[in-house]
């Protein structure tokens, strides 16, 4: 007998685990769109921050959604909307295909300010291979997706991310998807760009620079990981050399760290015509990092991988420079990129180079190949 009572209190016991253990990991799902549980991302982010909804968090995107101001997630803990939030990692994914999250307003239009375990998935049901899910703004001085104030482990994957910030690098507001800067004490780190497809929004008001990052003194984001991406027909035709006016895809500047580059493809799908004079186009171009993996990315063509027919750059004169890394890199691994399948002429008669890969500093050591 006792030892069928300690049987069962055992059994019990592991029932009582079991359904804690299913309590612990419970996630709360809720809908976004018209009549959903909520109808815009911002109202969604809004009952995170407030506390309203907690723990790990599913939102399924059901229908297109327009954003008439910034939709901004703070980090767990936050306490400035009438509550605290408490949550341990947001997912966002869309139901039903062909869907868009867009706005035009002068600020992010999705802000990850020291939001934290953030999933951007743009997938039907977070599964599949396919790419079902924009996201678009038409603002020409901000980014589409931020960055900032200790924002970290997120991802963004499988979505099309569209912008037309022309802000120029060098500045904290430059950049599409934009790694910014930092109040808090360790920088914007360990945040992932994947599988996504990332253009203009707008064919006239092309970006200035797709992917930027400018840190804090102290506080460099870290750990940038950019894989399996397509970056297209987004340069800026305009590239002039005044007032430093020039276009990349991607750009790191100050207290940026270490970054993974790799598996990327850049092209331009139909002839491109420069109307500036003297500005410069660079693909990829990285300044004051420590180590950085840049490898496996395709350059040129109109479709991925160097596919297609050439990319036809035709106008003024403009330099190009497909990968470019500076001198406060101490371990560059750049290896396997493919530098194929472009037509570059310059009209004006003047200085302007065409360069493949440019590393440059006092003492580089390194795999470059």
């Known amino acids: 007998m006792k030892s069928i009572l300690k049987n069962r209190g055992y059994i019990f016991l592991v029932a009582i685990m079991m359904l804690c253990g299913n309590i612990i990991s419970a996630q709360t799902v809720k809908t976004v769109g018209t009549g959903a549980n909520y109808t815009t991302l911002k109202a969604a982010f809004d009952a995170i921050n407030a506390g309203t909804i907690t723990g790990n968090i599913e939102f399924q995107i059901t229908t297109n959604i327009t954003e008439s101001v910034s939709a901004v997630l703070y980090q767990s803990g936050y306490t400035g909307s009438g509550g605290t939030s408490d949550y341990s990692s947001v997912k966002i994914y869309p139901t039903v295909s062909g869907l868009t999250i867009s706005g035009s307003f002068t600020a992010p239009l999705i802000n990850l300010n020291g939001a ?28 589409t997706i931020r960055f900032i104030n200790d924002a970290s482990s997120n991802t963004i994957k499988y979505a099309t991310i569209k912008g037309s910030n022309s802000n120029i690098f060098f500045y904290e507001s430059a950049g599409v998807i934009q ?61 002039s050399g005044s007032g430093g006016v020039f276009s990349e895809a991607i750009g790191y500047n100050q207290y940026t760290g270490s970054t993974t580059i790799i598996n990327n493809s850049f092209y331009e799908t139909q002839p491109f015509t420069c109307t500036g004079t003297g500005g410069a186009i660079t693909l990829i171009k990285i300044e004051c990092i420590s180590t950085i993996n840049i490898s496996g990315n395709y350059i040129g063509g109109t479709g991925p991988g160097c596919s297609g027919t050439k990319w036809i750059k035709t106008g003024n004169n403009n330099a190009f420079t497909a990968i470019q890394a500076g001198s406060s890199i101490s371990a560059p691994i750049v290896q396997n990129n493919v530098i194929n399948n472009i037509s570059w002429t310059n009209t004006n008669i003047g200085f302007a180079t065409w360069t493949g890969l440019q590393i440059s500093g006092n003492s580089v050591t390194g795999t470059i190949d």
Request: glycine share 6%; charged share 15%; proline share 2%.
């Open 116 to 143: 934290d375990n953030v999933t951007i998935d743009g997938r039907i049901n977070a599964e599949g291979g396919i790419n079902n899910l924009t996201i678009i703004s038409s603002n020409t001085n901000n980014p």
């Open 179 to 239: 790694f910014s800067n930092s109040t808090n004490t360790t920088g914007n780190d360990n945040n992932t760009i994947d599988n996504c497809n990332l253009t203009t929004a707008s064919e006239a008001n092309r970006p200035r620079v797709m992917v930027y990052s400018y840190g804090s003194s102290g506080k460099n984001n870290d750990n940038i990981t950019i894989s399996n991406c397509n970056f297209f027909d987004h340069l800026n035709k305009y590239t």
